[in-house]
């Protein structure tokens, strides 16, 4: 038990650090018209940096980032707003979500003035956060989208098209589209379970005070997220309207990852999925293809067939830009043959890692108890989010490091803070392994368990170590 003393005073920073955020969640609701002018600051730069790149010549080898449009919002994109946007869910939430995103902002303008139909029932397909995130993945690899501006109109703009087409068709005053197709919905709900802070309902309060009491009465949930019982960060975009609603709801500290073990009981299937087979085996092996020796063994392999059965357009067939990278200008084509490579590698890459890593786990559940509905596995996926959302934000910031290089600026550290980052990651998903494992068992169990569970993480470290230090 710790002195007296000491316990005093963490709680007393403890309380302090409360106040100030329930504060901060206060304030945010009653500056939602400055929320809003930022949210369009926000659209305007994201126009520019996705259109303008478009409308002037690839950059020549003399561009640098700073005295090349493209170039500057290749950076900017996918080295600083990408790998950001990915931290910020770890550290605020949804916070992006809430007050910055430019799509989430237009599809709610526009619903505004909308049809303000029903959600119709295949937009609540429980999947389509896997199928979106790995559909955008493979496509983006397909067509080169950190290296060209095209392809990042299409997708990025393409998105954002489809943002207010479902803003104007669904919802009123709502954002349908976050909430339900939204590629990158699921893997933002996933890593904003580890955030340290949350808004929360005190279900006390909520029970003594009627609903045109507290500190606010009149909430629009955007994502439309059920107020009463609110306690997830998942699908909350951390606005802060509900702030003080029945004076219950609060914007909350809490321990990092503490929703992931107390709540990760209720995860299902397709939260597993999108953390294992999407986000530590699609994405790993789209970041991987084009590094790696493999990749060249199947083409050549591929190839040598091919030439042997006399079927040769495939070595030499091109598409056009948007279905597969074409730039002859640039000495920059893949062919028919590459693109079927690329989608082999990148799903045998996915299917591989996702048996590696689920066996663990499933020897872990297992230890733990009885594998019937697999609630004890969906539960210890989980832990690895850590891992995953590492992994994720090292692949994307590989562009960064490699446009810098380009310019000539030398970062003799980076291997070094990557090896820190995965070390510290792999660690917290030991901590939530052990946490989550003592949920269900004590002692020998637990630790058994965790032990098992703990070659998951090894499984999932594999490609960024292959990656980053073995090609
Ligand atoms: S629950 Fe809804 S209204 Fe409340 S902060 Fe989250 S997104 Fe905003």
Known sequence: MPPPAFSATAGRRHDAW??????????????????????????IIYAVLLIGPNLIPLPGRSAHVWNDLTLFAQFVFWGIWWPGVLLSMLLFGRLWCGLLCPEGALSEAVSRRGRGRATPRWMRWPGWPFAAFVLTTVYGQLVSVYQYPGPALVILGGSTVAAIVVGYLYGRNHRVWCRYLCPVNGVFGLLAKLAP?????????WARTAPDQGRTTQVTCAPLVPLRGLDSASGCHMCGRCAGFRDAIELRPRAPGSEVVQRGGLATRWESLLTITGLMGVAPGAFLWSASPWFIAIKLQLASWLVDAGILWPLQARLPWWLLTDYPGRNDVMTVLDGATLLIFVFAAAGVLTLAIAAPLLVAARILGPLRDLRRFHHLALALLPVAACGVILGLSAQTVTLLRADGVALP???????????????????????????????????????????????????????????
């Open 18 to 43: 409360a106040f100030r955020l329930a504060r901060t969640g206060d304030w945010l609701r009653r500056h939602q018209r400055a929320v809003r002018r930022l949210q369009w600051g926000v659209v």
């Open 197 to 205: 802070m949350h808004y929360g309902a005190d279900m006390e309060a």
């Open 413 to 471: 550290w980076v291997p070094e803070a990557r090896a820190t980052a995965l070390a510290l990651a792999s660690s917290w998903s030991v901590v939530l392994l052990w946490q989550i494992a003592g949920r269900y068992a004590r002692r020998s169990r637990r630790a058994i368990a965790a032990l098992a569970g703990a070659g998951g993480i090894i499984a999932g470290l594999s490609p960024w170590l292959l990656l980053f230090w073995v090609w």
